[in-house]
């Protein structure tokens, strides 16, 4: 998602609090005048939280100099888009030219979410309503509409800056679709402030999609819809596209007005190097192999970090190798050895593990995409993850011991079964780790091991070792990095453990004891809080926003309610449909609606906060009258329900009260 590489020169860089203090200054100045005038303000933003590096070019819509008039709206729909160039060059020739000899890999390439990861935007690939539909939050109204086969958006900022854009490419198709915005006077995109969520089948503003300070809506200083400009080139381009150049030049050096990409999407030749040649020989000379790389002929190092290209958090290595990117796009080709290349490094998460040659890089700890011991927070980084486990760095576990780029003939899944995860047949369970680990292969031993019966969630290794502490896209997403449970994991990190994320309604010292009792683990020191209230009640309370939202996942997450019962977790929830962030009152909000008795509760995300706090009260009160209907209602003291099924609200107070409100980045 949209985690921003480092991008620009070193000088360049800000942290986040200097951010944060650009954003106030240049909100300052309030509008003087009807109408609008649009005026750039410069490469001042720093877009992105890691103290990142991305220039964004802001527009502002205030402080009008004296004279300027509205100026009209051009039609739009007659010029040509404002849009990336698709078109292979150099070596790339683009899937089209697979398809012939490869139907079956083109095929299952063309029903993946790699091909649909960005797209022109059309008939097809738009999957959000243009009906038009109207939103508004905060001071910007938006109206969505179609003129013809075009997809328009018309925002009109504080009631009277009106602008209408021409939409003309997607990123996204699964989870969420984003949609970039061109004006005729300007080559670059414009994300359009709402984004789509494809299941749900809802708008939500951008920000609402991420736990991101920037995010933080309860700044009313601040319009969170300024505009971004050049995001799409600068950061996205990256890792959703096939051969990425965000400033090309043409044959005689001159530069280009638009990024160019291979291919929109993630394509055949990002993950098999570009093919020319291999075209070329297979026309001339016959069947051959020559010429791409096929990642599985690769050793698991050099398969992995195919993919590794990616699904990581990677450096540029100096400002000289950033201005050649932005021309030539990345130098890494498939097959070659991604830890020596020449423009990028991939982060280790702790610092003392990065190459020396960026000392002015931010620790990525701190603003929380990495735990403290440097384990992966945010999703999407799964080759970080991976290349720290024991099977990684001692055996030779790689992407695809699990995955498959290609659904094989003979496998009983439906395309789109096998679309979500990209699992080979079976990888689902415990075969993914059985294959190496063959004494596993007896279910005696499995029980013995994992204490839970043979066919218990409880029993499956993925459960225990690779648990969901990861999060991106407004869900909690499975580590990649195998690692076992233990207590002390979460003092020192305040990583949830695998056993406390699913028993939700036992306190940390029930697991220490169990841990020490089937593992010999030693057992730690706890507090008072530790030894007495359930472990998930105390991240969901005291926890900062980023172990909140993993909460508010895991209260509605079927495999843990089973263990965990499901009749106590809404007040828990309640409080978090008014939390700071939007992306947990999001997630708190989807648990909640799984809950029995909850599922047409209905609440404004986005709304003022009055109106939320309205909403934790209705929300408490429902579970109340809950609570009194029923034969066993819920009561514990380390669920902060006393005997008669009430909350105990000193507790629950108090906890809150001591919640970690530092800010929190999740660069997913
Ligand atoms: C470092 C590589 C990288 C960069 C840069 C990046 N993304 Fe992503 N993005 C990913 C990966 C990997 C996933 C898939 C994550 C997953 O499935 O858990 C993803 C997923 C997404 C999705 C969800 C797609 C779906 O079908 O649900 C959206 C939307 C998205 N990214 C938007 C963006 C935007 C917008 C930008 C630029 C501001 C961006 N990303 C920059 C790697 C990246
Ligand atoms: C004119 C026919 C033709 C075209 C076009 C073609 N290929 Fe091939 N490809 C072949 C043949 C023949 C083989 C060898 C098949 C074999 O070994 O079974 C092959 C093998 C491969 C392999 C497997 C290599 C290995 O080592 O196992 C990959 C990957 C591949 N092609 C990718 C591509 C890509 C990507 C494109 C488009 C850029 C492409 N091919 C275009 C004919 C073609
Ligand atoms: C995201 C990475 C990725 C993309 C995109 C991709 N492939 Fe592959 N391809 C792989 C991997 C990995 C394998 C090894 C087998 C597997 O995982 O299914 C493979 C295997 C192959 C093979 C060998 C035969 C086989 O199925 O094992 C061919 C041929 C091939 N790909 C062609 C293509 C073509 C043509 C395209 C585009 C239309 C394409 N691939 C897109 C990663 C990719
Ligand atoms: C050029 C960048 C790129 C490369 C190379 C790449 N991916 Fe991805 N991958 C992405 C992006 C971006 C997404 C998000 C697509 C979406 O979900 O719409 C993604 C999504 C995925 C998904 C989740 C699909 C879903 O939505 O459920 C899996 C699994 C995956 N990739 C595995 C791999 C593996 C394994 C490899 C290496 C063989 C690989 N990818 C290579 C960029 C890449
Ligand atoms: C030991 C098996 C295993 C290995 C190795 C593995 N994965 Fe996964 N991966 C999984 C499982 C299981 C899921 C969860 C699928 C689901 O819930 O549908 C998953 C999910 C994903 C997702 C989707 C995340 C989400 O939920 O949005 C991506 C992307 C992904 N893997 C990429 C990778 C990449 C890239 C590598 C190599 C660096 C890799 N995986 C290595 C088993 C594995
Ligand atoms: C490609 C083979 C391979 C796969 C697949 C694999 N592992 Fe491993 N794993 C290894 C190797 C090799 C080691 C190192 C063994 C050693 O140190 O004795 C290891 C080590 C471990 C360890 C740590 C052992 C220790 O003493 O610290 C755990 C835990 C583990 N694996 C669990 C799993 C789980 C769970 C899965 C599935 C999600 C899995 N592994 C998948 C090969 C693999
Ligand atoms: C209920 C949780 C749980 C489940 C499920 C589980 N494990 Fe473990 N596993 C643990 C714990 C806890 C440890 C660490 C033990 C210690 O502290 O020494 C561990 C340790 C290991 C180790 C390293 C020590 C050893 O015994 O070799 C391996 C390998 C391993 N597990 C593999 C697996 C595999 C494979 C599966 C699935 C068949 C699995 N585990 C399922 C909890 C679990
Ligand atoms: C994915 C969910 C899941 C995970 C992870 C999990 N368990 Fe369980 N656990 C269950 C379920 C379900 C049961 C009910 C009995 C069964 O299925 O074996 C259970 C039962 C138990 C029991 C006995 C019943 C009770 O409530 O007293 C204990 C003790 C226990 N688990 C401890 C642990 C410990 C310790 C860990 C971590 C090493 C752990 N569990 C990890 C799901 C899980």
New binding site residues.
């Given amino acids: 998602m949209s985690i921003r590489r480092e991008d620009s020169p070193p000088d360049r860089q800000r942290d986040s609090d200097s951010d944060q203090a650009d954003e106030t200054r240049l909100a300052q100045p309030k509008a003087s005048a009807a109408g609008f005038r649009r005026r750039l303000s410069g490469f001042i933003g720093v877009a992105c939280c890691l103290g990142a590096l991305i220039l964004v070019v802001r527009l502002i819509w205030n402080d009008p100099p004296a004279g300027n008039q509205p100026v009209p709206a051009p039609d739009m729909t007659a010029a040509p888009p404002n849009r990336p160039v698709e078109l292979p060059t150099g070596d790339y020739v683009g899937s089209a030219a697979c398809q012939g000899c490869h139907p079956n890999q083109h095929g299952t390439w063309s029903d993946s979410y790699h091909r649909r990861m960005t797209q022109a935007a059309t008939e097809e690939s738009v999957l959000g309503d243009f009906n038009n539909v109207r939103l508004s939050a905060q001071d910007l109204d938006v109206r969505l509409f179609k003129e013809g086969s075009q997809f328009m958006a018309e925002l009109v900022f504080s009631g009277a800056d009106k602008h209408i854009f021409r939409v003309v490419m997607t990123t996204g198709s699964h989870n969420q679709q984003v949609y970039w915005l061109a004006s005729l006077t300007d080559p670059r995109q414009m994300i359009l402030p709402y984004l789509y969520l494809v299941p749900e089948r809802r708008w939500i503003p951008r920000h609402s999609a991420f736990v991101n300070t920037m995010c933080l809506v309860d700044r009313p200083e601040l319009s969170v819809f300024k505009a971004d400009f050049d995001r799409w080139k600068t950061i996205c381009i990256k890792c959703h596209a096939t051969h990425g150049q965000p400033n090309p030049v043409d044959e005689a050096g001159r530069p280009l007005p638009l990024p160019r990409v291979a291919e929109f999407g993630i394509s055949c030749e990002a993950c098999h190097g570009p093919g020319a040649a291999h075209v070329r020989a297979n026309r001339d000379s016959g069947a051959t192999a020559n010429g791409v790389v096929n990642p599985a002929r690769l050793p698991h190092d050099r398969a992995s970090e195919v993919c590794g290209q990616c699904h990581s958090v990677s450096f540029q290595r100096t400002d000289e190798a950033h201005q050649k990117w932005l021309q030539d796009g990345y130098s890494f080709r498939p097959g070659e050895d991604l830890f020596a290349d020449p423009m990028l490094f991939i982060s280790r998460g702790r610092k003392e593990l990065m190459p020396a040659e960026r000392p002015d890089l931010p620790d990525l700890v701190e603003f929380g995409s990495y735990w403290t011991d440097g384990m992966a927070r945010a999703a999407g980084r799964e080759f970080n993850g991976m290349i720290e486990s024991p099977c990684y760095q001692k055996g030779k576990l790689s992407c695809l011991s699990c995955h498959e780029m290609h659904q094989k003939d003979g496998d009983k899944r439906s395309r789109a079964e096998w679309a979500a995860g990209q699992l080979k047949p079976g990888m689902d369970g415990n075969r993914a780790c059985v294959q190496c680990h063959d004494r596993f292969n007896n279910p005696a031993l499995v029980t013995q091991h994992?204490?839970?019966?043979a066919d218990?969630?409880?029993?499956?290794c993925y459960?225990?070792h690779m648990?969901h502490t990861s999060y991106g896209l407004l869900k909690a997403t499975r580590s990649h990095q195998v690692s076992s449970?233990t207590v002390a994991e979460s003092l020192q990190t305040g990583r949830p453990?695998?056993?406390n994320?699913?028993?939700l309604d036992?306190t940390l010292a029930?697991?220490a004891d169990?841990?020490t009792g089937?593992?010999k683990q030693p057992k730690p020191k706890l507090t008072a809080d530790e030894e007495h209230v359930a472990a998930s009640v105390l991240w969901a309370l005291r926890g900062d926003a980023g172990q909140r939202v993993l909460m508010a996942w895991s209260y509605g997450w079927q495999?843990?309610l089973?263990?965990s019962g499901n009749t106590w977790q809404a007040p828990f929830l309640a409080q978090l449909l008014d939390d700071r962030y939007d992306g947990v009152r999001f997630v708190a909000h989807r648990s909640w609606k799984r809950l029995p008795g909850f599922s047409d509760f209905d609440y404004n995300l986005v709304g003022p906060p009055p109106s939320r706090s309205a909403a934790v009260e209705r929300a408490r009160q429902t579970w109340e009258q809950l609570q009194k209907t029923r034969n066993r209602p819920a009561v514990g003291r380390q669920l902060l329900i006393d005997p008669e099924g009430r909350i105990l609200d000193a507790e629950f107070r108090r906890l809150w009260n001591l919640r970690d409100d530092r800010p929190m980045v999740i660069n997913e």
Wanted: hydrophobic residues 20%; glycine residues 4%; aromatic residues 10%.
């Fill in positions: 994992t204490h839970h019966l218990s969630t409880g029993s499956k459960n225990c648990p449970p453990n695998a056993c994320q699913c028993h036992k029930w697991t169990t841990l089937w593992y495999d843990a089973k263990p």
